[in-house]
């Protein structure tokens, strides 16, 4: 099972902790829009063989739920239940998010488990790509954070360097597995991440784009299969060097939650590959039940 875990804005959804580039200088945001493009992405996973479970938010104060690439990390496991790795933010306001996701995550089906000390946002530091796991640091993710999520991870693990403005590794970093490569922009990572990233799957499966592009968006589209469905700020020439490559760009409209909120198609999920038969989906969080009640307001 593809899975992807959302989460909707609110009715009285708006900028809050405006932590990265975008937010800070962003006109107020639109709630009904906002929900309006988030349903939006929801249904173009769900049309393209995703599952998304859709986790509404409880308190207008919870503002940064919707970008739930830091709600946890889903790690599959052989013949047990997965995991899912509860995040430590950055940022206070978003502290008591996870508190919501956990108990979804148990009635999933999951073991909750606390990563350590440090900071670690979780899915949006996290990539893998030819088996491998990719674990960022250095944007908001500490060192120390890194290393107590490491230990959870199956397999080969890479450890990667970013650097404002990627803070997260989600924006430096983009697999696209479909066309055996990694969109890649060396700006804003430490040269010897990069050299181990050439190291590892050799430089020619490396396509670079530039800090400038990554303001536009360049790596955060979410790739499904053959389609990236990205935003549409991403800059003309990197959608013609994606559509090169193989794959097929679906411009993705969202002035509300990227534009102004700083978090785009990839910022608004946690993937997890998982067993199905290892997991619970409650129907009151299925897409079509939380549509309704987005569709109900015209939101």
Known sequence: MDLFLMSPPGRSWALRGRANFRSREAAPADARGARREWLTLARHIEARGGTVVALPSPSDVLTGMPYSAECGQVVAREGQAPLFLLPRMMSAHRFAERDHWAPLARRMG???????????????????????T????????TWEGLEAAARHFPGEVLRLQVREPAFHGN?????????????????????????????????????????????????????????????????????????????????????????????????????ASVDAGRIQLPAEYRLDAVAKDIEADGG
């Open 110 to 132: 999951m073991e909750v488990v606390e990563p350590g000390p440090g900071v670690w946002e979780a899915h949006g530091d996290v990539a893998t790509f030819d088996g491998v």
């Open 134 to 141: 990719l674990l960022f640091w250095g944007g908001r993710t």
């Open 171 to 271: 924006m430096a970093v983009l697999p696209l597995p479909a066309v055996d490569r990694l969109l890649v922009c060396p700006d804003v990572m430490a040269p010897e991440s990069v050299a181990l990233l050439e190291q590892r799957f050799g430089e020619n499966r490396l396509v670079r784009v530039t800090e400038a592009d990554i303001r536009r968006y360049a790596t955060n589209g979410l790739p499904l299969g053959r389609d990236l469905l990205a935003p549409t700020v991403m800059p003309p020439h990197v959608v013609d060097l994606v559509q090169g490559l193989g794959m097929r760009v679906v411009p993705m409209p969202m002035p509300e939650l990227t534009e102004k909120g700083g978090g785009s198609s990839r910022c608004l999920v946690s993937r």
